[in-house]
């Protein structure tokens, strides 16, 4: 546990100082309007990201999966790609349009997916992550078709969406990020020893007394919660959900009462400082941070493929 | 303390057990055989609710099987499954702990009760020292080992393994064998194994289920079944049975 509380601290402390990091001077709009809802969006878009991929992995018994795996991203990326050809601007209840369109379209690909897979004779692993990936190319073609018929500005919108961004302005996207990546962390911490006894399989699960549905459907859907509350936001930003557990299963292990913290910490640190990068490579212009996360996650996806690889 | 009536358990239109009927004794030592495909895994996961469904009746302990929780039922019966092939990224340890589940309420820790569980657990199949390595650094009898240290560590009176011998080295099966004899003593167990070993069978059990088809081939004490032509009804394959020189048991043989 010591581990966890140093890589907490550690995490927070880059955090904190990442909204002076690469400035002279700062003056306190910049500081307030920009700076700071910038790294408390990265942040946590990054733990949320990060959680929901340490989930996935978990349940599904394989390293590779992630929110894309599912196809969870490519749903909650279509529901936003379509609010935002659509211009629709209304919220719900506060929550919005953006949000409900991610979370919706998230929704959407993860009931696909979790039929599929619950339909009698295809209850494995493997359907579930082959489902997953048939869900992400089919949004992932939604969405090449509704860029394709919006008109010029409408498709650098969504174009410029889908590379991931944390630009915003004040403390707005902040708030409307903050409820789905806090409930559905919640969810997870809570769940955290259901989570290693499904990583041991679900017929050991069930055999250690874990209600196996219950338990996949709350795990599931606070994962998809995150997924689809910081996609909305903040783009399809790939590979945190990916490397950010792993890196912390290196580090603690994959007991997840210890995991789920050290994740939710790293994985926000991640990815602020991941956006440091993009901020800074070529000042003043801004490279996506969605950019940086695939250019790092790329490499370690080959890692992870020749680290599982038989000799 | 477990009583089927019978019961049959279908799945893709396939029947894979049939109208099963038997009831198996607190502190039994009941082998489950059979041929490749005679249902003797799904009978096990249907009597451990990892498989719902099915016609007839299941009770443990006189009660219908689905008028338990999941956890009441774990705290009932423990399952260990094949360990051969599976992966774990955990310490013994924490795997051994992971089994006090069902004795935790929600979000509660685990408290001395549950240590000295493990504990005793890890004494008892001599995993102590294993405890802080990794599951998946461990060979196939350690392994196995620490599969049968987590399900005593559940603290369940009965039973169910899977083939707890398959894949292992003969000092290792021996190991085992002797272990579960002397937990199943010490902590007065109901214990059903499955096993394609059919010597194993006749050396560790006190009684017999040969399955066939998925229907009942033969029940009873574990000295008939070399009697009477039982193992070729149940195999289709002829034996020759012989004294063992040292202890007089009778020992199969395939032809």
Not at chain 1, 197 to 211: C, F, H, K, M, Y
Request: charged share 15%.
């Amino acid at each position: 546990m010591k581990k966890v509380v140093v890589i907490a601290l550690l995490s927070a402390a880059g955090v904190a100082a990442a909204p002076f990091f690469g400035v002279a001077s700062l003056s306190t709009t910049v500081f307030w309007e920009l700076r700071l809802p910038r790294v408390a969006l990265g942040f946590l878009a990054g733990s949320g990201l990060a959680m929901a991929g340490m989930t996935f992995q978990a349940m599904f018994r394989n390293p590779l999966a992630t929110p894309f795996t599912l196809g969870v991203s490519s749903g909650a990326a279509f529901g936003a790609t379509v609010a935002i050809r659509m211009g629709w601007t209304f919220s719900v209840l506060g929550i919005p349009c953006l949000s409900l369109a991610g979370l919706g379209g998230a929704l959407v690909s993860l009931l696909l997916v979790y039929g599929v897979a619950t339909m009698p004779r295809t209850s494995s692993t493997a359907v579930l992550l082959l489902a997953g990936a048939a869900a992400s190319f089919f949004f992932s073609s939604l969405i090449l078709f509704v860029t394709y018929v919006s008109d010029f500005s409408g498709s650098f919108r969504i174009l410029r969406w889908l590379m991931g961004g944390l630009e915003t302005v004040g403390g707005g996207a902040v708030l409307n990020v903050f409820p789905f990546v806090i409930s559905g962390s919640a969810a997870v911490f809570c769940f955290a020893r259901e989570l290693n006894l499904l990583t041991l399989g679900e017929d050991l699960a069930a055999s250690r007394g874990v209600n196996v549905g219950y338990a996949r459907a709350v795990l599931f859907g606070a994962a998809t919660l995150m997924v689809g509350g910081v996609v909305a936001f903040c783009g399809p930003i790939g590979f945190v959900g990916m490397m950010a557990p792993h890196i912390c299963r290196l580090l603690v292990g994959s007991e997840h009462r210890a995991l789920a913290p050290a994740t939710f910490f790293f994985g926000g640190f991640f990815l602020v400082a991941c956006d440091g990068i993009a901020r800074l490579i070529i000042a003043p212009a801004e490279v996506p941070v969605g950019v940086i996360t695939a250019l790092l996650g790329g490499p370690f996806f080959v890692w992870l493929l020749v680290r599982r690889s038989p000799a | 303390m477990i009583e089927l009536a019978n019961f049959s358990y279908s799945r893709d239109g396939r029947e894979i057990l049939r109208d099963l009927s038997f009831v198996v004794a607190r502190r039994e030592r009941v082998a489950i055989i059979g041929p490749n495909g005679a249902g003797k895994t799904t009978l096990l996961n249907c009597i451990n609710r990892i498989l719902r469904g099915g016609r007839g009746r299941i009770a443990v302990g006189g009660r219908p099987l689905a008028a338990y929780g999941q956890a009441e039922l774990a705290r009932r019966i423990a399952y260990v499954p094949q360990a051969h092939g599976r992966t774990a990224p955990f310490t013994v340890r924490e795997f051994v702990e992971m089994s006090r589940y069902p004795h935790l309420g929600p979000l509660a820790p685990a408290g001395s009760q549950d240590a000295a569980a493990v504990r005793r657990a890890l004494d008892d199949l001599g995993t102590t020292a294993l405890a802080d390595r990794s599951l998946d650094a461990l060979s196939g009898g350690e392994r196995q080992k620490a599969y049968l240290a987590a399900a005593l560590a559940q603290e369940a009176e009965i039973l169910l393994l899977d083939e707890p011998t398959a894949h292992l080295d003969p000092r290792h099966r021996a190991e085992i064998l002797r272990t579960l004899m002397r937990v199943h003593q010490e902590r007065e167990l109901t214990i059903l194994f499955v096993t394609h070993d059919i010597n194993e069978a006749l050396a560790a059990a006190d009684r017999v289920l040969a399955l066939r088809d998925g229907a009942l081939a033969f029940d009873g004490l574990a000295s008939r079944l070399t009697e009477g032509g039982a193992l070729k009804a149940v195999f289709s394959h002829d034996f020759v049975v012989a004294p063992h020189p040292r202890t007089g048991r009778a020992v199969v043989f395939p032809e």
